[in-house]
């Protein structure tokens, strides 16, 4: 049987795939640039909150490619998939594959750091995060310290993650990108009856998620639970 063409992510991900690398794109320049940018700073990184906060949601009430009990394997997956990768013979998966699903985990959690630490940070001029007067200056100071020091993590997680799309695109001839604007990938036989069972979440349930994730950051940066 030859290979076919099957969906594999849904549009909810992909979206919020691309949003983030494009809301990181524009971090990672408004914050070098500052100024009068500080501001969009600021709101693209409550966005960024929002949207790791539905990611996490969805990889639990998602489709079942999107949940992180079908995709995340263990270590000792991960090493033997890299063993397969670097010998040229890697064993196909539908979804991610064990290293790619644990690049997203360090993905999210080093978004989560690198926004949450941001509520907090300031810059010795204009600029703090809207939770930053609940703490001391001291504890403002080194939230700010971690800012900075996630983003150079973060960072290089990129550019591990571009490198690895790279050479699954240049190696291996597996078009990754492609098939996160499609929703769709080039599958064996076997891939396909196992994509037989998964079932797609509606995306209705994707708004309702991306609404309450981003309400709760609106409640956290309005410090709504702090007001009588």
């Not at 949003?19 to 524009?26: D, E, P, Q, R, Y």
């Not at 490619?65 to 063993?83: D, I, W, Y």
């Not at 600029?127 to 504890?139: D, F, I, N, Q, R």
């Amino acid at each position: 049987m030859p290979d076919q063409m099957v969906r594999v992510w849904d549009l909810p991900l992909r979206l919020v795939h691309w949003s983030l690398v494009l809301l990181v794109a524009f971090q990672i320049y408004s914050g070098n640039v500052g100024g009068n940018l500080m501001r969009w700073h600021m709101l693209a990184g409550y966005a960024i909150l929002a949207m790791v906060l539905f990611r996490l949601a969805w990889g639990v009430a998602g489709s079942t490619t999107a949940r992180f009990s079908h995709f995340v394997a263990g270590p000792r997956a991960a090493l033997g998939f890299g063993r397969g990768l670097l010998a040229g013979k890697p064993v196909p998966h539908a979804s991610h594959n064990p290293l790619g699903a644990w690049m997203v985990l360090a993905l999210l959690a080093a978004l989560a750091v690198q926004a949450g630490s941001g509520l907090f940070a300031n810059d010795d001029i204009s600029t703090e995060g809207p939770l930053a007067a609940l703490v001391s200056k001291a504890t403002s100071d080194r939230m700010t310290g971690v800012h900075h020091r996630t983003q150079r993590a973060l960072l290089g997680l990129i550019a591990g993650h571009v490198g690895a799309v790279l050479y699954h695109w240049g190696a291996l001839k597996e078009n990754l990108v492609g098939a996160m604007f499609t929703g769709v990938k080039r599958l064996p036989a076997e891939l396909v009856r196992e994509m037989a069972a998964v079932r797609f979440a509606s995306s209705w349930r994707a708004l309702g998620l991306l609404v309450a994730a981003a309400v709760l950051v609106w409640l956290l940066v309005s410090k709504i639970f702090l007001k009588p």
